[in-house]
């Protein structure tokens, strides 16, 4: 695995690097890996670049995403071929874009439940997603259906805002026996989206996440929650408030879906109410950068040396520089907040901002599992005193999922190509250590 970021690594990442005390464990033993899974309707993301017209016209809403039935999908697909409107066709959907994300920057292994269509011909949706998907993404619990896998179309409007409309297909046809226990129960989080619950219940998909929760919960495996868009939470936020508070450790959304769910269109005052319910946040705030906030332990707690910021929270960032930690494993829990400005003020030019917040939880993720790794490799690390749920502080996992955000953004499309680089060209060295 990666070291996460581009620092100096105190606490010697990669394991095997020279640490005094844990020399001998360092070099006898084999590393020990970790991974993440998460639960997906498999879908390609067909991007085209359309008029508001056009939205109007096939009764989409901006901003949204929506299902739509055969026929709405066939018209919408001819006329977006025939103007020669379609951009490209890619593997998409949020968590399959995580779990590539997370595999690309971690260098380490995700899996993906989730359908794959059984009879695959060269050049298909299904085709494609696979020759899209990082070879470290395990595909090899795909539950096999007989028809297409799902295909979601990505408009672009002028003002640079995605819309989307889903043509289903089999995707949400996963059965819940296709959930490996044991994948979930080693991995270090589950993710989940929550797109998936809005499933027909029928159809399996719904019972699948719900079981991969559980068994995730059983062996106190973190569940993350992405919030798909605003609109699906909008229509009931005391689902979602509740669900969160039984099921969630760490949510991730953006300021729309903040203010959807806790009724605070401020995205520091939205996230510091999602506490009430989950231990961690990542919230996106587009071109204000994002928030993080979650609990540390009081003992634990560490004063930042950056400027302190005003905002709902005065002073919100005092103590940015603690590790993050869940409730549960806090003596006297205290909330800690911590924001960033989008990096370098964002790329030049964004022609398209779709992925850029799975980007983020990607690196977040590869924090979270970095530290389960450190801990299987090097348990008796001083690090490991403190019961944390990720490897580094509040404000440096901020600069990580910045950056992410922006190599997303730079390259107009939702899954990176390839991690970050080693160093950074544009940036002196001070600006990771500090
Ligand atoms: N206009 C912008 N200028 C600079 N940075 C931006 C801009 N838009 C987004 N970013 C960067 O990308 C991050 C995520 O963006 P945003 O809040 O739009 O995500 P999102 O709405 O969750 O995206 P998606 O749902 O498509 O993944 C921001 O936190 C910021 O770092
Ligand atoms: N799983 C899933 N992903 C979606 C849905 N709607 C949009 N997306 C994905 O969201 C991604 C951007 O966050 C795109 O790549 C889309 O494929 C949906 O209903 N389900």
């Known amino acids: ?28 033993k084999e590393q020990r890996r970790t991974h993440i899974c998460g639960v997906e309707q498999t879908l390609v993301d067909i991007e085209a670049r359309v008029s508001d017209e056009l939205l109007e016209r096939h009764n989409l809403k901006k901003g949204n995403s929506l299902l739509i039935d055969d026929e709405a999908a066939k018209a919408l697909y001819k006329e977006l071929k025939e103007s020669g409107l379609i951009s490209s066709e890619f593997a998409g959907g949020t968590i399959g874009n995580t779990l590539h994300n997370y595999s690309t920057l971690a260098d380490g292994n995700s899996v993906m439940f989730g359908v794959m269509r059984s009879n695959i011909e060269v050049g298909s949706y299904a085709y494609r997603y696979l020759c899209n998907t990082s070879s470290r993404v395990n595909l090899n619990h795909l539950q096999p259906v007989d028809g ?88 009931d936020p005391q689902f979602w408030r509740d669900f969160i508070r039984d099921n969630v450790t760490i949510l991730a959304m953006n300021e729309d879906e903040g203010e959807a769910l806790t009724g605070e269109s401020d995205p520091l005052a939205a996230a510091d109410r999602t506490l009430d319910w989950a231990d961690m946040v990542l919230c996106t705030a587009g071109p204000i950068g994002l928030y993080m906030a979650g609990h540390c332990d009081e003992q634990y707690l560490r004063v930042t040396s950056h400027t302190l910021l005003p905002g709902a929270i005065p002073e919100f960032n005092r103590h940015e520089f603690s590790r993050p930690m869940r409730v549960k494993d806090c003596q006297k829990p205290t909330r800690v907040y911590a924001h960033i400005a989008p990096y370098m003020g964002g790329p030049k030019e964004i022609r398209n901002t779709n992925g850029a917040g799975d980007g983020a939880l990607s690196a977040l993720l590869h924090d979270l599992s970095a530290a389960q790794f450190h801990k299987l490799n090097i348990p008796n690390s001083s690090k490991h005193k403190q019961s944390g749920l990720c490897y580094s502080s509040f404000s440096q996992i901020c600069k990580y999922a910045n950056r992410v955000a922006f190599e997303v953004l730079g390259q107009d499309s939702p899954r990176l190509m390839r991690g970050l680089p080693e160093k950074e060209d544009s940036l002196e060295e001070a600006y990771w250590e500090r």
């Open 1 to 28: 695995m990666k070291f996460p970021g581009q620092r100096k690594s105190k606490h010697y990442f990669p394991v095997k690097s020279n640490d005094p005390v844990n020399l001998g464990l360092a070099q006898h």
């Open 148 to 235: 297409p896998i799902g295909r979601c179309f990505a408009l672009i409007t002028e003002c640079g805002e995605r819309s989307f409309a889903i043509s289903k297909g089999c995707m949400d046809d996963l059965q819940p026996e296709s959930i490996d226990k044991q994948i979930v129960q080693t991995s270090a989080a589950l993710v989940v989206s929550s797109y998936l619950l809005r499933a027909d219940p029928n159809a399996g998909m719904r019972d699948s996440v719900l079981k991969a929760i559980e068994y995730a919960k059983e062996a106190d495996v973190p569940v993350v929650l992405t919030l798909g868009t605003r609109f699906l939470i909008e229509q």
